[in-house]
């Protein structure tokens, strides 16, 4: 190692210790960390039980959820042949449940995904290369947090009109400006790093910097801020639905059957809650596992 | 013998604060027409206080931050990005850095093999030859490749780090290395052999070094050549030897002086300057010492003081020396009584 | 006379979610009135840690704190919360390496200061105010009745770090402890602040631990020296004998790897090889063997406990210490 006289067992030693500690690479560090959080795991099991319900659940509903009986109607919770009880035109809560999750879930995390990459490289361009570029899209982004979340989404969505794809469409524009904040102020502060002028130092261009350097160092922050929006999306998709302006009827989706139900509230109050349940348990565990993801990327040297 | 890097009237002022139609209220004076010339296979050092421009000189000669002014020439070819000069990119390949803080300078996310061999991929080389030199490297710095090359920054310690910066510079084949505190943070036996290893490096590599410290027992210790700077200028700079033994601008003196003493019993007498290097937002007029210094007179806060030659290569800018111009106007001035400034 | 500072087999371990951090193993001294300890060593050797002990500064909830540590007789690591609260800033008080962290942004330096001294010795605001300004004008600060009303971040950092003294001396404190306070300042900085600190010292009279990781700093303020080395101390004794004839191994080490002036440039640095062990477990066997070019296998079982009453002593059982 160097010049000095050092005894063999001493060296012997050294080698011992240096090799003991075996290279995990950073994402196997981040998965094992996170495995030992109690609370995470517990949210991403409840989250992935959801996903498969939905998925699955033309072949796990026990009734097809656009098909009621007007006999039926209301019929409380632990009724037999319908567990969960019927809604108001008598069809199987369950089944809408099952099927609402597909509407919902989609509806959570679509806009966030999109909003997620074109904020991402909005970011990213206006971090990395400042000045005019920063100023443009900075600016632009600016203008849209003049208008609350909320608002934001109904006036895009009334303008656009109603339906799921003009829905998607509205969340993903109220979703790309916070992303976009995110990951620039992220990227300017990776910029600003030794490693960056070090490569720029071997010459590297400024696409290459950004491939290599910069995009691994910034995704982690922003998909960990875009995981705690998927719950504020699906809220708002909830909202939307609620006023009319998302999915329309007959179709399942939990913010939708929030709203039919809500006449209810008197005769079966315990029924018209459960798709605010499920809302409500879904964007607590996209919540909580992002703070866990937090946690788990946090590593110090 | 002539240079091999050659450095004239390098100059960079940062605007800072903007008004109402954009223009800058305040510029900080970084660096200000520093000149000097480095041999092949020599190590000059540079020393000097926060603020004084040392490590913004290092990295204009890089590129990294826009000259305003001067010219950066390597064996007489002139590089830079303006017209008629030669690519930036040439220069880089013939001059790497290392910096201070081991850890921001490497990327958190790609391993050890990954760092040290995107300098080399950049320039061509294909992508196993380049995970074969950077093992031979880690090899020659020190660290077991079969060990370290899938280790990420963060699993390793600093004296290591550091090691791995060292080889991702020489990657690339540089003839100069420019080490910007590159030991400075390090504990005191792990930058003995880090800099064992520099200059065992040096022989092998045959480079050339800018090694850039505030402690000045190493820069000595390494150095050829010293240059000491004070806020964005040149004050004195010549051979190791003769500097510190016999400074000749009264700041080198003073700073110098002001390190304590390594080995126990020997009582010193500090020559202790007043108040803080100034800040190089408003650097005093004339020389910039001035405020600080204890022989100034009214001369020295209205001129700025040439350089002049002390003796062979080492050069200093004082009216105190003999060799300036106004050295006899100097003289013939009073003391001034000095109120102690901060 | 008695010590003012009696620290008796303290242990810090850290409790932490992936294993505990030996931070501070059987560490022992004292401190008599007007005496200045250094304490010398290298990142993580567990100097910082030793010395916030002493006035309780640790995290509670993740820190086990064992061990005696008497201040003028008391033991801190029992002291209820409302004495322990007294102490602090009163009779033991502490300067620390980056100024701006002692200071709260959003008052001005002198207010920090009075409100310090009210707190303490229950004065009015204005006689606090005029302690306040005695006491910058005491650490030196150029036209102090002005920089009284000036925030921390009007200063520049060679002031700010005198600020910093003046706060953690102005109810004249027993004892001060200083925690590397000089090594972010420049060269003719450090050297003014810590003439400055030797000086005030003197006048009032205190007793200084004073942790560092330079040697020329601890032989410029120090009576005494104790080396650490892995959470222990490995060497203790005046500083003019133990800087000028180390008997432990790794002091040895350490000021040789030190660059000094009047090295000969064309020989290799006497490096020490290796790096220092992490502190996952308790080591009670040498923890500089596996990096000593004298270890021998009796280096590798567990050292004898010593006697740390002697003026100077070691750890190492290979140690010649008839030089002295």
Known sequence: ?301 | MSALLRVQDLKKHFPIGKDLFGRPTQVVHAVESVSFEVEKGRTLGIVGESGCGKSTTARLLMHLIEPDEGRISIRGKEFGNIGGRHPVAQLRRQMQMVFQDSYASLNPRLTIEDSIAFGPQIHGVSETLARQQARDLLDRVGLNPSVFIRRYPHELSGGQRQRVNIARALAIKPEIVILDEAVSALDKSVQAQVLNLLSDLKKEFELTYLFISHDLNVVQYISDDVMVMYLGQVVESGPVAQLYENPAHPYTRALLNSVPAQTPGQSKNYIVLEGDPPNPIAPPKGCRFHPRCQFAKAICAEKEPDTVKVSGSHKAACFKLPGSADHQTYIRLQEVSHEPRC | MNPVVEVKNLNVTFKGEEGSIFAVNDVSFDLAAGETLALLGESGCGKSVTLKSLMRLHPMHKTQIEGQVLVEGQDVLKMKSKALSEMRGKTVSMVFQEPMLAFDPVFTVGDQIAESVMRHERISYKDARQRALEMLDRVRIPSAAKRLDAYPHEMSGGMRQRAMIALALACKPRVLLADEPTTALDATVQIQVLLLLKELQRELGMSMIFVTHDVGVAIEVADRTAVMYAGRIIEQGPVQAVLSKPWHPYTQGLLGATVHPGMDRNQALPAIPGAPPQLIRRIDECAFAPRCAQASSRCLSPLPSVNTLTPRWTRCIHADVSQA
Not at chain 1, 13 to 33: D, H
């Open chain 1, 1 to 301: 190692m160097n010049s000095t006289t050092q005894n063999p067992s001493a060296q012997a030693f050294a080698i011992a210790a240096e090799t003991a500690a075996i290279s995990r690479g950073y994402w196997a560090t981040v998965w094992m960390r996170l495995k030992r959080d109690k609370v995470s795991v517990a949210c991403a099991l409840v989250l992935l039980s959801l996903v498969l319900m939905a998925v699955f659940a033309p072949l796990l509903a026990p009734y097809d959820p656009a098909q009621g009986t007007m006999l039926k109607r209301l019929s409380a919770i632990g009724t037999t042949g319908h567990w969960l009880g019927t809604d108001e035109l008598g069809r199987d809560m369950l089944s809408r449940l099952m099927y609402g999750g597909q509407m919902s879930l989609l509806m959570g995390l679509l806009p966030v995904f999109i909003a997620f990459l074109i904020g991402t490289s909005l970011g990213l361009v206006a971090g990395f290369f400042g000045g005019w570029w920063n100023t443009l899209i900075m600016r632009t982004t600016d203008v849209f947090f003049a208008f609350p979340a909320v608002l934001l989404a109904i006036a895009i969505s009334g303008a656009l009109g109603a339906g799921f794809v003009n829905a998607i469409l509205s969340l993903t524009l109220v979703f790309i400006p916070p992303i976009a904040r995110v990951a620039e102020s992220v990227t300017t502060s990776v910029r600003n790093l030794d490693f960056v002028d070090a490569a720029r130092a071997s010459g590297a261009n400024s696409f290459t910097i950004i491939r290599v350097h910069v995009l691994g160092n910034v995704l982690g922050p922003v998909f960990i801020y875009a995981t705690s929006l998927v719950s504020v999306c699906m809220i708002l998709a909830a909202g939307l639905s609620f006023l009319g302006l998302g999915v329309k009827p007959p179709v399942a989706e939990w913010g939708l059957m929030l709203n039919t139900l809500r006449q209810s509230i008197y005769v079966q109050p315990w029924i018209s809650v459960l798709p605010g349940l499920m809302i409500f348990i879904t964007s607590l565990c996209f919540n909580l596992l992002s703070d866990g993801l937090r946690g788990a990327m946090d590593i110090k040297r």
